[in-house]
């Protein structure tokens, strides 16, 4: 069994800044990916960025060049650094695992952005 668990969502200003975390925890054995995704009200969940154990990232194109994906692999936590937030980044952010074949997703963070 695999545990994540999120931490570090809130309210903060348009322009402002936080940091996501996801600690992943139990039978660990191969990641090959981490993920940040996020849900707004009325709206699909979507990928905001990616990790791959190859050090390859992906972000969705509203992101790019304000947040910033990153892993601690000793800890087995993935961040998710952002900056510059704007109230359309307001949502439930959800912390996403695949190991091997099988995805693992967190509980979520809210993220609210005021204007």
């Known amino acids: 069994q695999v545990q994540l668990v999120e931490s570090g969502g809130g309210l903060v200003q348009a322009g402002g800044s936080l940091r996501l975390s996801c600690a992943a925890s139990?039978?660990?054995?191969?990641?090959?990916?981490m993920a940040w995704y996020r849900q707004a009200p009325g709206k699909q969940r979507e990928l905001v960025a990616r990790?791959?154990?190859?050090?390859?990232?992906n972000y969705v194109d509203s992101v790019k060049g304000r947040f910033t994906i990153s892993r601690d692999t000793a800890k087995n936590t993935v961040y998710l650094q952002m900056n510059s937030l704007k109230p359309e980044d307001t949502g439930v952010y959800y912390c996403?695992?695949?190991?091997?074949?099988?995805?693992?997703w967190g509980q979520g963070t809210q993220v609210t952005v005021s204007s």
């Open positions: 996403n695992v695949l190991l091997g074949f099988v995805q693992y």
């Open positions: 990790l791959t154990s190859g050090s390859i990232t």
């Open positions: 139990g039978r660990i054995f191969s990641i090959n990916a």
